[in-house]
């Protein structure tokens, strides 16, 4: 990696020996926290700058193969300067013998001339495919789609503007006019490539090939006059499109959705590539999912917990209230009980069917010292209503008994904090995380 070239590991906060799932997880994080919808319009054009980073980061170390490229060559094995077919996205067969092949010859053989090999028109060219040839498809674009658990939950239409490249029509994709012939490029010698040294250590230094700069890796380029004067001499042109994208109900966070074709066309290739949406599903206030199950909380008072509940106690993600009626049975809600309502989960794909709905009961307890508020006699009638359940004494019985003070506590935090003892509260999540960690390293070393 050059001096000053941003490393896509620490872009998205993760060492070089991460995982798929680890580097998958970060990008959804850093993504969500960059994205530019969620800063304030001043800051939007920095956001935008960073989520890019951040997209392109994830592109390439979420492929095995473009993680290597980039581990060995950083971000020269992706540079766009290679015009059209260089290597983002992979590499191809015709810019690899382009590579091997580009000095002129090749040691053992005899040489080679810099056109290419006899009988074939007009050589290979370093920065995209031989001419004459074009690459069957296109590079992805992959994009990012925030989704709300309602648009999930009920499936969603969109259109929006895709402003893309489409191959001039006026010189076919040429880049100059017609029966203007193109020059040979003197920067490389109609190569395509040039040769520079890239530090790897101290006082170490590497000789390495890059697209030529002058031609944009193509060996040749139309003089300024014979240029198309629609494209000038680029090759595509800027297009507005109106597309449409369709969420089906019940899709899941990290599915991607496919337009075939609809990325940037490049004359090099047979067919474009495909615009990918990976959907991510934004954080919900009231449900949360698993699959194609929901979980939510509901909050009952301690006299419907008693005594029953009859009312709505939950807005579904369709805008549908949901019912509990517990007062026919008698039955008491307690707190933390779960509650399964089949078929009210999220739609299953392809399917009529549903998930399950967990209800987990949260039971409100009324104010300290409520009931002394009340007549002398409340207390004595709300023992006379509630069961008389004998209360197993402690047992075997204590010499002594000392009646303490107490405070409530939000949780066990605070047990055996600082100790260094493993069985203290919080270093039970410490242990997790470090074992994961640890099956994490055991299995990147098998």
């Known amino acids: ?106 040691g053992g053989m005899g040489g080679m001339p810099s056109g290419g090999f006899p009988g074939m028109p007009g050589g290979m060219p370093g920065g995209g495919p031989a001419r004459g040839r074009k690459r069957p498809k296109g590079k992805p674009e992959l994009q990012q789609y925030e989704v709300s658990l309602e648009e999930l939950y009920k499936g969603k239409t969109t259109k929006f503007t895709s402003t893309k490249n489409v191959v001039c029509t006026n010189c076919s994709g040429r880049g100059g006019r017609e029966k203007a012939k193109p020059k040979q490029c003197d920067t490389c010698k109609g190569r395509g490539v040039q040769m520079r040294m890239r530090p790897v250590g101290p006082g170490l230094v590497t000789q390495e090939q890059v697209p030529c700069t002058t031609c944009a890796g193509r060996g040749e380029f139309y003089a300024e006059k014979d240029k198309c004067k629609r494209c000038k001499g680029v090759r595509t042109i800027k297009e507005k499109k109106i597309l449409e ?23 090099d290739d047979e067919q474009p590539g495909d615009i990918i949406f990976e959907l991510v599903e934004e954080p919900h206030d009231v449900f949360h999912r698993a699959g194609a199950d929901l979980q939510a909380e509901i909050e009952v008072d301690l006299t419907e917990s008693l005594t029953g509940v009859n009312r709505t106690v939950l807005k579904h993600l369709d805008g549908r209230g949901i019912s509990l009626n517990t007062t026919a049975d008698g039955r008491v809600l307690r707190p933390n009980e779960v509650l399964k309502i089949s078929g009210e989960g999220m739609p299953i794909k392809r399917s009529d069917a549903k998930g399950d709905l967990y209800l987990v009961v949260n039971v409100r307890f009324p104010k300290d010292g409520w009931l ?75």
Request: proline letters at 7%; one cysteine or more; charged letters at 30%.
């Open 1 to 106: 990696m050059s001096a000053g070239e941003e490393d896509l590991y620490e872009v998205l906060s993760i060492t070089r020996g991460a995982t798929k799932a680890e580097i998958k997880k970060a990008y959804h994080k850093a993504a969500l926290s960059s994205h530019p919808d969620k800063v304030p319009d001043d800051e939007r054009a920095e956001a935008d700058v960073k989520f890019k980073s951040i997209s392109q980061a994830y592109e390439i170390l979420s492929d095995d193969q473009t993680r290597h490229l980039y581990d060995e060559h950083g971000m020269a094995a992706f540079d766009k300067s290679s015009g059209p077919g260089g290597p983002p996205g992979g590499v191809d067969l015709d810019d690899i013998l382009a590579q091997m092949f580009a000095g002129g010859g090749m």
């Open 245 to 267: 994208l369709y969420i089906p109900r019940g899709s899941r966070e990290g599915e991607r959705i496919v337009l075939p074709n609809e990325a940037d066309q490049d004359p």
């Open 372 to 446: 002394w508020l009340q007549k002398p006699d409340a207390a004595a009638k709300v023992k006379a209503a509630l069961p008389a359940e004998e209360v197993e004494p402690v047992e075997p019985t204590p010499e002594s008994v000392d009646e303490v003070d107490f405070q409530t506590v939000d949780n066990l935090d605070g047990f055996g904090k600082g100790s260094d003892d493993p069985r203290a509260a919080g270093e039970w999540e410490d242990e997790d995380d470090d074992d994961e960690g640890g099956q994490a390293a055991q299995c990147a070393q098998q």
